[in-house]
């Protein structure tokens, strides 16, 4: 039906269940789903190779793999994700270049940051899974006027604004 706007909108909750919620509402809701479980994939760069991870604390989990290892290694970016998508995410990336030639070890991987960075944002579009927010660190390079620009934005099911 054109021109008539929709009065309600469905949302799957974290425990899997499905609820009818009034569209003013959906922001707020979606903030709140989020909010339960705010998780963040990230790459980080150690030598030749990136690591594809998530934590829920992206500066920790830098210092911990710094402290196992012996080389630096940078938090190049991360994105905020609701958990259950950054695990899905992370895990649909692992399973399908497992085995290839760009595939270290683990969760290790022979690209540089960019490729990485690139790898799960593809990855993210494919599964057609949302980000709230994202950090680059100021040493990755990244196309001018790219900022959050390609993010899709929950709230309106469009390209986030701005």
């Known amino acids: 039906m054109v021109g008539r706007k929709r009065k309600s909108m469905a949302l799957r909750e974290p425990n899997g269940r499905v609820s009818r919620i009034k ?31 998530v934590t829920r604390d992206p500066s920790r989990r830098s210092i911990e793999l710094q402290t196992a290892n012996g080389q630096d290694v940078r ?22 270049h497992r085995g290839s030639t760009c595939h270290a070890r683990g969760e290790w991987y022979y690209l540089n940051l960019e490729a990485g960075i690139d790898l799960v944002e593809r990855k993210t579009r494919e599964l057609g899974l949302y980000a709230v927010w994202e950090k680059y660190s100021a040493f990755v390079e990244r196309p001018i006027g790219s900022h959050r620009n390609h993010l899709a934005n929950p709230f309106t099911g469009g390209l986030a604004r701005g």
């Open 23 to 53: 569209s003013d509402d959906a922001p707020l809701r979606d903030v709140d789903v989020f909010l339960s479980d705010p998780t963040a994939i990230y790459v980080t760069e150690c030598g030749p190779m990136v690591k594809i991870g």
């Open 75 to 96: 938090l190049a970016w991360y994105r905020w994700m609701h958990g259950k998508d950054a695990r899905a995410l992370e895990k649909a990336i692992h399973d399908q």
